[in-house]
């Protein structure tokens, strides 16, 4: 049987809660990472985009068997289904508004990233916004330990990723503030340390957003 394979560009953005879904699965799967250089554009718009058979191409996308999507909440909602990373039913409706929460703080990060006042007007004011959201965040949360209580789910994949870039934006402010101790528990995941502490890790090669934007989000030792 063919191995899930998770397409995305090189960089953490939209497609790196789906990469740590996997790899804390600890299922064999392919990493179809695509280089944001011109071979790389090459390889998606010329050779992929539109020869496999996906309905809205798009990135990230998956293939898993007779299964290939695109949408990055479609995505995520199957690698959970998949995974058992799914919310308990009654739950499910704060769940959805939580993931719409979630996913609007990592839209807040893209039109950032390119915002032609980033320093003096888009980053203040981004700080501010993303301090409430942090808050709230908090309060929804509760003793946890996790998003939605007893139970890790996807939703903590995209909780811990999209809020750690978030909080890149300015690191010493946010670095003991709010959802830190989340961000422990999550990091503390047996084969995602592993993945964390390995020479492999993207987190030192990756940028959050494209390397073109204004704010791209470096790596640590770039």
């Known amino acids: 049987m063919a191995k899930l394979e998770i397409g995305y560009w090189a960089v953490r953005a939209l497609g790196e809660p789906a990469r740590l879904m996997a790899r804390h699965s600890g299922t064999e799967w392919t990493d179809a990472a695509i280089p944001l250089n ?18 809205f191409p798009n990135l990230p996308y998956i293939v898993d068997g007779d299964v290939k999507l695109t949408q990055s909440t479609a995505v995520y909602r199957y690698l959970g289904r998949k995974f058992g990373l799914v919310p308990d ?67 903590d994949f995209l909780a811990y990723e999209f809020i750690r870039q978030a909080k890149a934006v300015d690191y010493e402010h946010f670095k003991d503030g709010a959802l830190s101790a989340h961000a422990q528990r999550f990091r503390d995941l047996p084969n995602l340390k592993a993945w964390f502490e390995s020479e492999e890790c993207t987190d030192k090669t990756y940028f959050i957003n494209a390397p073109f934007a204004n704010w791209p989000g470096a790596p640590p030792n770039l």
């Open 89 to 155: 039913a009654a739950d499910q409706n704060r769940a959805d508004m939580v993931e719409a929460y979630l996913v609007d703080i990592r839209s807040s990060i893209t039109k950032l990233a390119f915002a032609a006042d980033f320093e003096d007007k888009a980053k203040p004011e981004f700080i501010a916004s993303l301090t409430k959201k942090l808050e709230e965040l908090t309060k929804f949360m509760g003793d946890g330990p996790w998003i939605m209580g007893e139970k890790l789910t996807y939703l």
């Open 38 to 55: 011109e071979a790389g554009k090459n390889e998606w718009f010329v050779e992929k985009k539109f020869n496999m058979g996906l309905d």
